[in-house]
């Protein structure tokens, strides 16, 4: 389970209107120079830099309240579109997502888990956890080693594909290890490299401006 991420922002004070009051998540710090929210059972902190800055990550939902979060956040967010489609299903997550962008550009994806449910009226709680991180870096067959010698298995072999994504991690929390150049799904955008950290159980992982994991 992805515990803490740690993103960075040029667009501190946007972000903390978006995610505490039009997403109306837990404000559980809150400074000049970085901010963090509850995600469930995860927390997610922006800190402020000088130089623009996106990622993709995602959030776990309950499978059986997609519909209603998608309600819920079509009254909030504009839906990025994939050939005309606003959500997509993963026969091979057995999950359903849907796509939007942050004020800084990031592609935030909701993940409804058909084998998680969530009973009653949909709340914060709706948010179970930070589901992805996308961590871009040039260096993806070392950065991978290293991952997986850090207990984090690839998903579908032993031997990550330098040129395509590459899901690491077990259930449904992984690390989408992806090289710089490769467009975001359900986005524009492409994947770029800028630092971030993360604590994934009880390991810390920390991705330099470079790409490189530092120690």
């Given at each position: 389970m992805i515990k803490s991420a740690t993103l960075y922002t040029d667009k501190l004070k946007a972000m903390k209107r978006f995610y505490g009051n039009l997403l109306e998540l837990d404000m559980i710090e809150s400074t000049d120079e970085h901010f963090t929210i509850r995600i469930g059972e995860s927390l997610l902190t922006f800190k402020h830099t000088e130089q623009p800055a996106y990622y993709h990550y995602a959030i776990n939902i309950p499978?059986?309240?997609?519909?209603?979060?998608?309600?819920?956040?079509?009254d909030r967010v504009t839906f990025n579109r994939e050939e005309g489609r606003d959500e997509v299903y993963f026969p091979s997550f057995d999950a359903d997502s849907m796509y939007f962008e942050d004020p800084a550009g990031n592609v935030v994806e909701l993940i409804g888990r058909r084998k998680r449910d969530l009973f009653g009226d949909l709340t914060k709680e709706s948010f179970l956890n930070i589901s992805e991180i996308g961590v871009v870096t040039p260096y993806v067959?070392?950065?991978?080693?290293?991952?997986?010698?850090?207990?984090?298995?690839l998903r579908s072999g032993t031997d990550v594909n330098p040129d395509d994504l590459n899901f690491l991690g077990r259930g449904d929390t992984y690390i989408v290890l992806v090289p710089p150049g490769r467009r975001w799904y359900f986005s524009k955008k492409v994947s770029e490299t800028y630092p971030l950290e993360l604590t994934w159980k009880d390991a810390k992982i920390s991705l330099d401006a470079d790409g490189k994991l530092e120690s």
């Open positions: 499978g059986n309240q997609f519909s209603m979060m998608k309600y819920w956040v079509q067959a070392e950065v991978g080693d290293l991952l997986q010698d850090m207990g984090l298995p």
